[in-house]
């Protein structure tokens, strides 16, 4: 069957021109014959048409965007088999995409925060439904043309699932588990992994989106294979240390830390970020921005004490002793932060100026805080009853267990420098 414009599908649409096109399928602009309305029409492609798989995911995507009900995701009209060409319908969205608009560069502070709070309101009505994106990146994001009051939308739910299929098994996932899929700038630790994923992984790309809107570039560059290793052990240069014409907020630049957390269950819920966010939205302009956001809460952090900078741009490394057992994993995510873990026994204690109580040895905290060391301690979140002794005994800041990996070099790297300040 020719596809062409003028063609009209299952007689009701008939196509005007392309919209884009992409793996499995091509976006037409198109009108609704009889009630006159321009509309998006996407067809799958003719070469895969016959691939029972292809079929089902098409169908899927179709009725997982329709199961959505959002200002910020597309509105799904229709669905239908024509002699074999399967179709949705979905609303016309007249803009760019986000993509688009950041080539012209980063976005103003105020746009960027409006641009990120909208799309985590789509993923917080797609997380309710326990639904899973899994492709959040500026392609999948149409700015709305010529509407200033119309908000972003959130397209392009072909790679989503969801996260129970039990209860909703003709929405359940496509892939099995070990399958990658997504895009690599914007792909959460767990994804590159191939490990199971939940609306913690939508969080971590929207941190990447929102890092980029900012930066002009995502957070992680390079080959692909270099990529997956910086998302899966590299914390991101916080962008207080970059030299942006408008460095944001330091709350903002936390809560992007915070969303682009190696630790799944540290990262903040799409609906925490709408409500963070909500501070820098206001009517007026002119406070755009400018409000303080409240406290970040973050579950990786039992004591925060902002002594000092974080980890100065192009220093070299340090190194940090270590008492206590440290997984392999966790070793080799520190070196990506230029931290290197050196073993610290009573019989052979290092030079190091910083040493980390990785756990079980809170015991030798007042020792090595007289010994003139500054002393990172592990604290289970279950003996929380232990800080106010660890800091008696010394102890000049604590991590809660499970370990956030960005959170602990951070407090590794502070420690370093408030021990080169007292040396």
Not at 40 to 45: E, F, G, P, R, S
Request: proline letters at 8%.
């Amino acid at each position: 069957m020719e596809i062409a414009p003028g063609h009209v599908i299952a007689g009701k649409y008939r196509l005007v021109k392309i919209l884009g096109t992409g793996a499995t399928g091509t976006v037409w602009r198109a009108m609704q014959l009889g009630l006159e309305r321009p509309v998006a029409i996407k067809l799958l492609h003719e070469h895969i048409a016959s691939r029972e798989d292809a079929k089902a995911r098409f169908e899927r995507e179709a009725r997982v965007a329709a199961s959505l009900a959002h200002p910020s995701s597309v509105a799904v009209l229709d669905f239908g088999d024509d002699a074999g060409q399967l179709y949705f319908v979905m609303e016309l969205v007249e803009g760019e995409t986000l993509r688009s608009r950041l080539q012209k560069g980063a976005l103003p502070l105020d746009q960027a925060i409006t641009i990120v709070r909208q799309i985590a309101q789509a993923l917080a009505a797609a997380h309710r439904l326990r639904l899973v994106h899994r492709d959040i990146k500026p392609e999948n994001v149409i700015l709305p043309e010529d509407e200033p009051e119309e908000p972003a939308k959130v397209v392009d739910f072909g790679l989503a699932f969801v996260v129970d299929p039990v209860d909703q098994p003709m929405l359940g996932r496509m892939t099995h588990d070990g399958s990658v899929v997504g895009t690599p700038a914007y792909m959460s630790p767990e994804q590159v992994r191939g490990a199971s994923m939940g609306p913690p992984s939508d969080v971590y790309s929207l941190g990447c989106v929102f890092y980029e809107l900012i930066a002009g570039k995502p957070p992680f560059s390079g080959s692909v294979g270099e990529i997956f290793a910086r998302h899966a052990y590299a914390p991101a240069i916080p962008l207080r240390q970059l030299p942006l014409a408008q460095p944001p907020p330091v709350a903002i630049d936390d809560l992007i830390q915070s969303m682009l957390s190696k630790s799944a269950t540290s990262r903040p819920s799409a609906a925490r970020i709408v409500h963070l966010l909500g501070a820098y939205v206001r009517p007026s302009a002119d406070r755009i921005g400018r409000a303080s956001l409240p406290v970040i809460e973050r579950d990786g952090r039992v004591l925060s004490r902002p002594w000092v900078e974080e980890e100065p741009a192009g220093q070299g490394g340090i190194s940090v002793g270590v008492l206590g057992a440290v997984d392999p994993e966790l070793s080799l995510a520190l070196a990506t932060a230029r931290i290197t873990l050196v073993p610290w026994t009573a019989s052979t204690p290092g030079a190091e100026r910083v040493v980390w109580l990785a756990g079980g040895a809170e015991e030798r905290a007042a020792e090595l805080a007289a010994a003139g060391k500054i002393v990172v301690a592990s604290l289970p979140r279950r003996d929380a009853a232990l800080l106010p002794a660890l800091i008696r005994a010394g102890v000049a800041d604590a991590i809660a267990t499970p370990i956030d990996t960005d959170d602990l070099a951070r407090r590794l790297w502070r420690a370093e420098r408030l021990a080169g300040e007292a040396g």
